[in-house]
């Protein structure tokens, strides 16, 4: 059974960092690209973050580049997301997810790309 779980989330001051982690089992980790989206209600879930398999390449949607980090250790089954500089916009339900791409790709923002979830953690900011 595939799980993965995500752990991190709190609320922060504007301005101030967290970082997200999120932690595989029951799938060879290194067979997937690894993702962070996150979501706010009424919204669609949007794309944060991706890395792939070797960690190699990362992608990030605009609003969060220079601000946010991912990466991964595939010993420890883990991806993070180091999140600096937090914007009230920030505020959302982040999930990882496992994605499937080219050995030296990122999955990227389309979450059909993305086979596994975790349930998510709250993130939210605070002026």
């Known amino acids: 059974q595939v799980q993965l779980v995500e752990s991190g989330g709190g609320l922060v001051q504007a301005g101030g960092s967290l970082r997200l982690s999120c932690t595989a089992s029951?799938?060879?980790?290194?067979?997937?690209?690894m993702g962070w989206f996150r979501q706010v209600p009424g919204k669609e879930r949007e794309f944060v973050a991706g890395i792939s398999r070797g960690g190699g390449n990362t992608q990030y949607t605009d609003s969060v580049k220079g601000r946010f980090t991912i990466s991964r250790d595939n010993g420890q089954r883990t991806v993070s997301l180091q999140m600096n500089n937090l914007k009230l916009e920030d505020t959302a339900v982040y999930y990882c997810?496992?994605?499937?791409?080219?050995?030296?790709?990122?999955?990227?923002?389309?979450?059909?790309?993305?086979?596994?979830w975790g349930q998510g953690t709250q993130v939210t900011v605070s002026s």
């Open positions: 029951g799938l060879t980790f290194t067979n997937y690209a």
């Open positions: 997810a496992a994605g499937n791409a080219g050995r030296f790709m990122v999955a990227g923002p389309s979450q059909l790309r993305y086979d596994f």
